[in-house]
Structure formats: structure tokens, C-alpha cells
């Protein structure tokens, strides 16, 4: 490995490690990793910073503006006092439960959808800290969460998507809604699995 690469990849692990800990505010470890890429000759600025202008960075900057309108409204503000108060009991329960919640609204959001998507990670990011149930062992988990309906009931459009895709690959077969929501179901319970074991790894 060069020293450049080396350089890089220590920014990188730099950068994960103070977004698992939780130590700055939500957002400063990637611009902080950009202005050492800068700082240290690794890029331009231009190129470090490129990303936001990015058109999908644009579009959840619109979503965040929505979002925070949204969280304005008395259903958000509803929401987050509920997911607080389960924050508060701290309980491995409150966090079962905080991702049931979220699997079922994915059900009705739809997979893949940005807009939960951000909604759910808007309202993470605004609990305030509890030693008892960490947002740091919420992000991760309830943002993958919202990939994941518990119920696959709304999946016209991964499936629309999924079948063109093969299609334009040469694959012609037809495809079974039914066999594919099954494999959604069983995709949502592996990973509901996984983020309860995987509580017990995640950084206080």
C-alpha cells in the first residue's frame, strides 16, 4: 500500500469511528474527513466536496427541509415523544419494539422508500441522549429498518423494478409476486434477527 492509500484509509476509519461514538454532532465527521482529504494533498477541494452537489445529495437536502416541517406537525411531534419515552425505559424490549414499529411502517412507506428513509433518521438524530438506550444503537439499525417492511404488502415498485432490471439482463422467465414478497418476508426476518443480536455489539 501506498502512502496516500494509507492516508486515506485511516481517514476513512477515523470517520467511522466518530459516528459510532457519537461524540460530535450528526453530519461533522464527513465534513471533517473531506477537509483532512483537503488538509492533507489527498484532493482538491473541489473533488473532497463534490459530493454536495451531487444530485441524489440534493434531493435529501430537500427531503431533510420537508422533514423538518414535518416534524413541526402534531402526528411527528406525537411520534417522537413516543419514541422518546421508549428511549427513557431503556429496555432491550423498548428497542425490539422501537424496530417492529419501523418495519411496519416500512410496510406501509414501501421498500426503499427516501423519504422514511430520512423521516426515521431525522427523528433519531433529535432524541436526546439516554445511557440507557443510546441513539448510537438506534442509527444503524432503524435506518437499515426502514429497507425491511415486516408485512410485505407494498412492494409494486421493488418488484417493477427488480423484474425490469432482469428483463434487461435477458431474463425472461416470469416472476412470481408471490415468491417474491416470500423472499422480501424472509429477508425482513433475517434481518430483524440480526439487529437483535447485533445490540449487543453496537457502541454505547
Avoid at 413516543?82 to 419494539?97: C, E, Q
Wanted: aromatic share 8%; proline share 5%.
Amino acid at each position: 500500500m501506498t502512502m496516500e492509500m494509507i492516508l486515506a484509509l485511516g481517514i476513512l476509519v477515523l470517520m467511522i469511528v466518530l459516528i459510532m461514538s457519537d461524540k460530535m454532532p450528526f453530519g461533522a465527521p464527513p465534513l471533517l474527513a473531506c477537509l483532512l482529504l483537503v488538509v492533507s494533498g489527498l484532493s482538491t477541494v473541489q473533488q473532497a466536496f463534490a459530493g454536495f452537489v451531487n444530485p441524489s445529495v440534493v434531493m435529501i437536502a430537500g427531503f431533510m427541509v420537508v422533514m423538518a416541517a414535518l416534524q413541526k406537525t402534531r402526528l411527528i411531534s406525537n411520534v417522537k415523544s413516543a419514541m422518546i419515552s421508549l428511549v427513557n425505559k431503556g429496555s432491550y424490549r423498548s428497542y425490539g419494539l422501537l424496530l417492529v414499529i419501523v418495519m411496519l411502517g416500512a410496510s406501509l412507506a414501501g421498500t426503499g422508500a427516501t423519504g422514511y428513509y430520512v423521516l426515521i433518521l431525522s427523528l433519531v438524530s433529535t432524541i436526546p441522549y439516554s445511557k440507557k438506550l443510546p441513539t448510537s444503537k438506534l442509527m444503524m439499525p432503524l435506518g437499515f429498518a426502514t429497507n425491511h417492511p415486516l408485512l410485505p404488502i407494498n412492494l409494486a415498485l421493488l418488484f417493477g423494478v427488480t423484474a425490469t432490471v432482469l428483463e434487461t439482463a435477458g431474463f425472461h422467465q416470469e416472476i412470481s409476486m408471490g415468491r417474491f414478497a416470500l423472499v422480501n418476508l424472509i429477508m425482513s426476518a433475517a434481518f430483524l434477527a440480526w439487529s437483535l443480536i447485533a445490540y449487543r455489539f453496537l457502541p454505547d
